[in-house]
């Protein structure tokens, strides 16, 4: 159980003013608006009634205050092509890059320095629909790297937070600690405290989260609360998506052998494929473990269930287990392949 000094630091993350929350202040030459330092873009300008801007060549279209850093987007028309740049201004300095080709001003959801490099986050149409690239650009040049799969990005320390998401879920990046977190995408890092503590949500469930010990600390909505464990504190789910062989859907019938951390822990109930075949574990909290689900199917011939084979059994799942909650480990096969969802059993 957390104490309540813990609770209360960790409670304390929701209410800051973090420059998380200022961050989202960007404004665009089409959406005339003032921020906290009523700097502010004016036909192209950027515009301010108490702190000297810097003189920028070409239109700005776009500005936040980020991270501590008064960042823009402007254009540049130097040697005679139109393109972008972004930077910054720190004490009447200017400190610029150029914006990556593929990005457009519009598609800019971040912007953010550090000492080695501008950070920009976009989301970006790609074949299969809209997705979200984090691109790094060194302050010096040299190659552009660009991370898909970020939802949302902050710096904790002069270092990179990344918000992810994947086929297995949504997890906080920091160093070499990946944390999934029990809350559904579309989602953002919503505050960020001292001490290694951040707030992340969706805007229906917020989790508070210890990014630099890789643990999460409690998850809270307005309407819900999170169930208590007593007698389990895992509910393992799996079934599979309906396809158009109806056949499929109404004749497979299943079930999963469930091992945890090496060990047979037990196994789901029998039925449909389609319908979650459901089964419950008591693990220890605080920790991570690893959790394997074979798949074993009935073969109407002999009318005996055998273990089918390797290529249709699901991955191995390694996942964090807080304190005080029961999580939902939902196993989904698909056309292809499987996926995994991790969330916080609520009532």
Excluded at 93 to 120: H, M
Excluded at 300 to 314: L, T
């Amino acid at each position: 159980m957390l104490s309540c000094m813990t609770l209360a630091s960790a409670l304390s993350v929701l209410i800051l003013q973090s420059d998380v929350n200022r961050a989202n202040d960007a404004i665009t030459a089409q959406s005339y608006a003032s921020t906290r330092n009523d700097i502010y873009i004016e036909e192209g300008e950027l515009k301010a009634s108490e702190i000297r801007i810097p003189p920028l060549q070409g239109m700005v279209v776009y500005y936040s205050r980020s991270f501590g850093k008064n960042t823009y987007i402007r254009e540049d028309s130097a040697g005679g092509n139109s393109s972008y740049v972004c930077g910054y201004f720190e004490d009447g300095v200017v400190t610029e890059v150029p914006l990556p080709a593929p990005v457009s001003p519009g598609s800019v959801r971040r912007l953010f320095f550090n000492r080695q490099a501008a950070f920009v986050l976009a989301e970006n149409m790609t074949e299969t629909g809209s997705a979200s690239f984090l691109y790094r650009i060194p302050a010096g040049g040299g190659a552009v790297q660009v991370r898909d799969g970020v939802v949302d990005a902050a710096l904790a320390d002069e270092e990179l937070l990344l918000l992810c998401a994947g086929v297995d879920g949504v997890f906080v990046m920091f160093r070499d600690v990946k944390l999934p977190v029990s809350i559904e995408n579309p989602a953002s890092i919503e505050t960020l405290g001292a001490n290694g503590l951040a707030g992340v949500g969706n805007g229906t469930v917020s989790e508070i989260v210890d990014y630099v010990r890789g643990a999460s600390l409690y998850v809270f909505s307005p309407e819900l609360r999170p169930a208590l464990p007593a007698e389990f504190n895992l509910l393992v789910e799996a079934w599979d998506e309906a396809i158009e062989d109806t056949r499929h859907n109404s004749e497979n019938l299943v079930f999963y052998k469930i091992f945890l951390d090496g060990a047979e822990a037990g196994r789901t109930d029998t039925g449909l494929s389609i319908l979650p075949r459901r089964s419950v574990y008591s693990c220890k909290a605080g920790e991570y473990h690893i959790l394997r689900a074979e798949r074993w199917k009935l073969d109407a011939e002999s009318g005996v269930y055998r273990r089918e084979n390797n290529i249709m059994q699901p991955d191995a799942v390694k996942f964090y287990l807080p304190l005080n909650r029961i999580i939902k480990l939902g196993i989904v096969r698909g056309a292809i392949k499987y996926r995994v969802s991790i969330s916080t059993v609520m009532e």
